[in-house]
């Protein structure tokens, strides 16, 4: 497409995302399948309670969701020059994985504790990435980073494994199982109040600093020579990019693929360049998840987790990219 | 000879402590508005100069002045400003157009979260023309020959609008038409002012563009100066390790592998 659309694009983008969002909120299981009559809200005092307690609540996570991935997805897909990074990478999502099931095991079930431990173990997946990066002492930035993360994620991963293990086949397995398939039906308002902070930090400074990711994709000296301070700035960006993941995997439990496919349609719509790409792959998950939501909890009768259904949506239009399009994954060197 | 704008005084540099790529106590001015080459043999410690030149390497002791001041008395984004570099391999592992990528040139003009202006898209065409890639500017880079890539990366580094340039062995991998036309495009910013330091293992190229040679061997300087001073036969052998004779050819200079001895 032309640069000269790319505005109208976004702005129609953003229009269709309002659209959808007030359209969700007449999507569920009540009055009856599928589809609320608007007209109901006004007599129906159950249905205004429903949809300003459990809809509403929902779908800004929902939208905050796709929106957080994908931004992060853009920008770490970019300055670790690898089109197959997304932002569980580095220890974040199976480290938030391993927190949720410490507190379900033996913290009492209650929400914010989930949220606050996954919240911290996913923290220290990162930094215990990051540490393990500085300690190795070969490769450059970004290989020694991978490397780490690898590393750090097979870790907490083996971690869940055990707590499993240990986990009361009756009682425990089920809550651990469900939060790890990942779903928004126990989204409240006051998930929203905690979230927001970290989400709007994922998405304010990658839109702010979107034209320097650009920069901070090429080689060191070259982004040296042009004046980035190449380690700080992609701190910063992965900072505020894995806490909001973070904060909102704690939320939603594990979401797959959002964050590695959508910014390669983004990309695809506009080209590699981040200060179109960053902005576009946001909205463009923001539906994603809001229409995957939508479909998760009006389908069948009892909840499908949200984590299969973007999984098998987003494993499907990978495969398309890969025949159809030929993904753009050209390493140079 | 001519004013310096970039002085080496006393520079020590190793990578780390037992390593044998060591730079001792070297000293080496850099002339304003000429090219000057830095020939040498493979792991010479060429391209550890230009990273020492750049400031991104920091020498264990001794001064980098450049016009005059030392190095950390500019700001990173002022230093951007008057040293551009062109590294010998850049990967690029996303289709950026050339214009886009070329407008990263314009980095260290733009305010952190600014992006480039029609001010700076004007400059960013400006440098392709100069480099004669005006017509590419739409085609993702990944596409492009190895000529035009090279092109490219200088039109990058024109668009910084800088008073020196760093080319890191600018001509290697490349076929005669495409050295060329890199070394005339120098010869030419050169003519306009800007201060050119390159590297390179081969001499002949070295003869074609610069005006200023130095010879650079296991981190220490071989020999410094005009064209006559310093590329000889007995220079050059003697720093390659193997014969080699230097002719004139119609006052041209060449530099010839000897097959005799």
């Known amino acids: ?333 | 000879m001519r004013n310096s704008i970039l002085s080496l005084r006393g520079i020590t540099f190793s990578y780390h402590q037992e390593d044998p790529r060591v730079i001792r106590n070297l000293s080496l001015e850099i002339p304003e508005g000429q090219i000057t080459a830095i020939l040498g043999p493979n792991g010479t410690g060429k391209t550890t100069l230009l990273h020492l030149m750049l400031g991104l390497l920091k020498p264990a002791s001794g001064q980098i002045l450049l016009a005059g001041k030392h190095h950390s008395e500019y700001s990173r984004r002022e230093l951007s400003r008057i040293l551009g570099l062109v590294p010998q391999f850049e990967s690029i592992p996303f289709n950026f157009t050339v214009l886009e990528y070329v407008l990263l040139g314009r980095s260290p003009y733009l305010k952190p979260f600014q992006t480039p202006g029609p001010e700076d898209i004007k400059l960013a065409r400006e440098a392709l023309e100069a480099a004669g890639v005006l017509h590419l500017r739409q085609k993702p880079v990944t596409e492009l020959s190895g000529g035009e890539r090279q092109l490219c990366h200088l039109a990058r580094a024109l668009a910084q609008q800088t008073e020196i340039l760093l080319l890191d062995e600018p001509t290697a991998h490349l076929d005669l038409e495409n050295q060329s036309r890199i070394l005339r495009l120098l010869r030419k910013m050169s003519g306009r002012g800007i201060s050119v330091v390159l590297t390179t293992h081969d001499p002949n190229a070295a003869v074609f563009a610069a005006e200023n040679f130095v010879l650079v061997d296991k981190g220490d300087i071989f020999a410094e100066g005009e064209l006559d001073q310093v590329i000889n036969a007995q220079n050059l052998s003697t720093m390659y390790n193997t014969p080699i004779r230097v002719e004139k050819v119609n006052g041209l200079t060449m530099v010839i592998m000897d097959k005799q001895k």
């Open chain 1, 1 to 333: 497409m032309k640069a000269g659309s790319y505005s109208r694009f976004l702005w129609m983008l953003g229009f269709g995302v309002v659209v959808i969002f007030l359209v969700s909120i007449f999507i569920g299981r009540y009055p009856e399948p599928y589809w609320m009559p608007p007209g109901t809200l006004f007599r129906d005092s159950l249905a205004q309670k429903l949809v300003l307690n459990l809809r509403l609540p929902r779908l800004v996570i929902a939208l905050l969701l796709g929106m957080v991935l994908s931004g992060a997805g853009a920008v770490m897909q970019m300055i670790f020059r690898n089109p197959l990074v997304e932002p569980g990478f580095l220890g974040v999502t199976q480290g938030a994985a391993f927190g949720a099931a410490i507190s379900i095991l033996w913290l009492g079930r209650h929400p914010l504790i989930i949220e606050l431990t996954a919240t911290f173990f996913g923290l220290l997946g990162l930094f215990l990435s990051y540490w393990l990066s500085r300690k190795i002492r070969f490769g450059g930035w970004v290989l020694r980073l991978v490397l780490s993360g690898i590393a750090v994620s097979a870790l907490f991963s083996a971690g869940v494994g055990v707590l499993k293990y240990l986990a009361d086949p009756l009682t425990e397995l089920p809550d651990l199982t469900f939060w790890l398939l990942g779903g928004l039906w126990s989204v409240t308002w006051r998930d929203v109040i905690y979230v927001l902070p970290f989400a709007l930090l994922g998405i304010i400074v990658p839109l702010a600093m979107r034209w320097r990711v650009n920069l901070l994709s090429l080689n060191d000296e070259t982004a040296y020579s042009l004046g980035a301070s190449a380690t700080r700035e992609r701190l910063i960006l992965l900072f505020a990019a894995v806490s909001a993941t973070a904060a909102l995997t704690a939320i939603s439990g594990i979401i797959g693929w959002v964050g590695l496919i959508i910014p390669h349609i983004a990309r695809r719509l506009f080209g590699a360049s981040a200060d179109k790409s960053v902005p576009v792959a946001m909205l463009l998950g923001g539906v994603f998840t809001v229409i995957s939501d939508d479909l998760a909890r009006s389908v069948l009768p009892g909840e499908i987790p949200l984590g299969i259904l973007t999984s098998a949506f987003g494993a499907l239009l990978f495969i398309y990219l890969m025949i159809n399009v030929g993904m753009q994954v050209r390493h140079e060197e």
